[in-house]
């Protein structure tokens, strides 16, 4: 499983990014794709998920109602908007997805553990 994340770069504080992860040969259908993002000296922090097969979300507080996270079905990408950047927000950001199959939970988790494949990153720069 190789996921690539894209969409970072830099905005000015109140901005707006997308970021965007793809997979190669492989599916995201019926399992939890999450987004993570990790700035120096920091731990990695899990800010979203999605349950694939039911659309079911999660966010930390830290982005809730900043950032949305979607599935794009026919282009098999999991992409998460970010509206209203702050500072704080400056940090590599990572995809992962669990592998073990997971069909109408309902839920979805954003401890970084549960998550076996990972992207390398996409950085994403808030500053004025």
């Known amino acids: 499983v190789q996921l690539v994340e894209s969409g970072g770069g830099l905005v000015q504080p109140g901005g707006s990014l997308r970021l965007s992860c793809e997979a190669s040969g492989f599916y995201f259908d019926n399992h939890i794709i999450g987004w993570f993002r990790q700035s120096p000296g920091k731990e990695r922090e899990g800010i979203s998920c999605l349950s694939h097969s039911d659309g079911a979300t999660s966010y930390a507080d830290s982005v809730k109602g900043r950032f949305t996270i979607s599935r794009d079905v026919a282009k098999n990408t999991v992409d998460l908007q970010m509206d209203n950047l702050k500072t704080e927000d400056t940090a590599v950001y990572y995809c992962?997805?669990?592998?073990?199959?997971?069909?109408?939970?309902?839920?979805?988790?954003?401890?970084?553990?549960?998550?076996?494949?990972w992207g390398q990153g996409t950085q994403v720069t808030v500053s004025s």
């Open positions: 992962a997805v669990d592998l073990a199959i997971s069909i109408g939970t309902g839920r979805c988790g954003m401890g970084a553990r549960m998550y076996d494949s």
